[in-house]
């Protein structure tokens, strides 16, 4: 089944406690994403990646980190997580940047 | 720069009447346009989009969307809601500024009342 699977789907922690939340597509898109969604604010994408090795920043980048050492994967990084992060977090995938993307079931994190 | 704007945060609508949630952009370059739909504790989903050809585009479940260059605008409709489109939806634009880049809209959230 194509899709795009996101781990862990839950997570509670603690402010400076490095997290990553993992993200992975089946579908050989070029094309991945991530977004966070909070309440009146819709989705803000956070980071995005054209193909392996290379990733640009989006409109709230700040505090976050990623990576695309293989295609399929493209995990979220929080170094030092604050409580100003909490939120519920999608990753997406698209054969090309222009095209529709395909979303996970979205990780839903609290920072205490 | 991109923008997104969606002028209802919320609809509330009676059970087969019209519908339309409006979404206004604005960008320098070209852009490619979407409308996802987001059910009750679950992910996005593409209910249609706009990328290039006939300026108005159709979902499979009877929702369509006009693409208005002149007025910067991508406005969906639905000429007869039912309860399962109750839901959030969300707008959204691409263009390629370097990259591709994608801005959501607020969303708007429609509720069907029987």
């Known amino acids: 089944e194509a899709q795009v699977t996101q781990n862990p789907r839950y997570l509670i922690t603690v402010t400076g406690k490095k997290l990553t939340v993992t993200c992975s597509q089946n579908?050989?898109?070029?094309?991945m994403s991530w977004y966070r969604q909070d309440p009146g604010l819709g989705l803000r994408q956070i980071y995005y990646?054209?193909?392996?090795?290379?990733?640009d920043k989006g409109d709230v980048p700040e505090g976050y980190k990623v990576s695309r050492k293989e295609k399929r994967n493209f995990p979220l990084i929080l170094e030092s997580p604050s409580p100003n992060q909490t939120s519920l977090y999608f990753c997406?995938?698209?054969?090309?940047?222009?095209?529709?993307?395909?979303f996970g079931p979205g990780t839903r994190l609290l920072v205490l | 720069a991109q923008s997104v704007t969606q002028l209802d945060s919320q609809v509330p609508v009676f059970e087969e009447a019209p519908v339309e949630l409006r979404c206004n952009y604005s960008?320098?370059?070209?852009?490619?346009l979407f409308w996802y739909v987001q059910y009750p504790n679950q992910g996005l989903q593409l209910l249609l989009k706009?990328?290039?050809?006939?300026?108005l585009v159709e979902s499979i479940n009877g929702f369509e969307a006009e693409f208005n260059k002149s007025q910067t605008s991508f406005h969906l409709r639905k000429p007869s809601v039912h309860i399962s489109d109750t839901a959030e939806y969300f707008c959204?634009?691409?263009?390629?500024?370097?990259?591709?880049?994608?801005?959501f809209g607020a969303g708007t959230r429609l509720f069907v009342k029987a």
């Open positions: 997406a995938s698209s054969p090309q940047g222009w095209e529709t993307q395909y």
């Open positions: 579908m050989n898109h070029e094309y």
């Open positions: 990646s054209m193909n392996v090795e290379v990733t």
């Open positions: 960008s320098s370059v070209s852009v490619y």
């Open positions: 706009y990328l290039s050809g006939s300026t």
């Open positions: 959204a634009v691409s263009g390629n500024t370097g990259g591709f880049k994608t801005i």
